[in-house]
């Protein structure tokens, strides 16, 4: 398996403008997390799903974010509109069942202007 | 969640071992004891975890106090590509991670 797929990589984005973040997990795994990185807060825990489903979303900052998991291979992490200190790196991670190893994307590196 | 405490930052020379501490003095009787290291640019990895006993695998050792109240992280040889922050974790049931500051170690030639 290639491991959990994020894309794009980088993204550059002006103020206001709409934000879309996707991931792909790791084939067979049925737990899928968002998480947000700062120097300022570290890693956060953004949401989860547990086969498709949200499990708890408390971590998400705000109405402007929302995630969304339509099928087992494939979820969305949306900023709408964006902001500049929405500029974060943006990780997300797949796991067999949660207590097991997490196994992460390589992140998608997201600066709003 | 029951939290960790772990020193900001370390420095080891390379080819020695190193010893990573971690304390959890309010740890629950069902929480695992994980440990994930990110290196520069890249996301967090999993490196091992236990319970009770102490555990070895190919990347680490982890050291479990008999009180369970603390634990240590030791690899074996540390390399120029082990440079990176390392992660104490508390986890239990169904809980997701969630990550600390961690600590970052330094391998110097």
């Known amino acids: 398996d290639a491991g959990v797929i994020q894309s794009p990589r980088h993204e550059v984005t002006e103020m206001g403008q709409e934000v879309t973040l996707r991931c792909k997990p790791i084939?067979?795994?049925?737990?899928l997390f968002w998480y947000r990185q700062t120097m300022m807060r570290g890693l956060e825990l953004l949401i989860y799903?547990?086969?498709?489903?949200?499990?708890?979303d408390s971590g998400m900052p705000e109405d402007r974010f929302s995630a969304k998991m339509p099928n087992a291979s494939f979820s969305t992490l949306k900023i709408q509109p964006s902001e500049p200190r929405d500029s974060a790196v943006y990780f997300c991670?797949?796991?067999?069942?949660?207590?097991?190893?997490?196994?992460f994307g390589q992140g998608t590196r997201l600066t709003v202007v | 969640d029951a939290k960790t405490t772990q020193p900001n930052s370390m420095e080891s020379n390379e080819e020695e071992p190193v010893h990573l501490p971690c304390n959890h003095s309010?740890?629950?009787?069902?929480?695992?004891i994980h440990w994930y290291r990110q290196l520069p640019s890249q996301g967090p990895e999993y490196v091992i975890h236990?319970?009770?006993s102490n555990v070895n695998n190919r990347m680490a050792s982890l050291a479990i106090a008999e009180d369970r109240k603390s634990s240590t992280l030791i690899l074996h040889r540390a390399t120029l590509r082990d440079a990176a922050v390392y992660y104490c974790?508390?986890?239990?049931?169904?809980?997701?991670?969630?990550f600390g500051k961690g600590t970052r170690l330094s391998v110097i030639a």
């Open positions: 309010t740890i629950s009787g069902t929480d695992y």
């Open positions: 974790i508390l986890k239990s049931g169904n809980t997701p991670l969630v």
């Open positions: 236990g319970l009770t």
């Open positions: 084939s067979g795994h049925d737990y």
């Open positions: 799903f547990n086969n498709n489903v949200p499990i708890d």
């Open positions: 991670a797949s796991s067999q069942i949660s207590g097991t190893e997490a196994f």
